[in-house]
């Protein structure tokens, strides 16, 4: 079963919309895992309110395809409204960082907060299954 790694984004209610996105990845894995909260701010487009980013791992049988509707449906559903801006504001942003042990997101080595997040859940993995 796959291990993934997704990437979470928001800052419109973060809190609230970070917490609703955990509760239902928990549902595919009642053993998720959370990444520390990090406050960034907006990149590309800075007239915007800061974000909250971190990421969840966990394992699931869905495929990448499949996975990746899954998370748009969770977008959907906590109101993520796509613009011609795609560095613009939003309820929530999931996005696959790492599967197993691929990097499949560039955001990993353009970001730090991507891969502080990341990593900091590869380790717990690591500890974890040691």
Known sequence: M???????????????HIQLAFEQIKKIDSQVNIATLL???PVGFTEQADFINTAFSFYCSLNVTEMKNHLKA???Q???VRS???NGPRTIDLDIVKID????????HQYDFVKKSVDELV??????SN
């Open 101 to 108: 042990h691929d990097i499949v997101d560039d955001d990993y």
């Open 123 to 128: 380790d717990k993995q690591t500890r974890k």
């Open 84 to 86: 011609n801006n795609k």
């Open 39 to 41: 406050r960034t701010k």
């Open 78 to 80: 906590l109101g993520r």
């Open 2 to 16: 796959p291990f993934y790694i997704v990437g979470v984004g928001s800052n419109i209610e973060a809190d609230k």
């Open 74 to 76: 969770i977008e959907a």
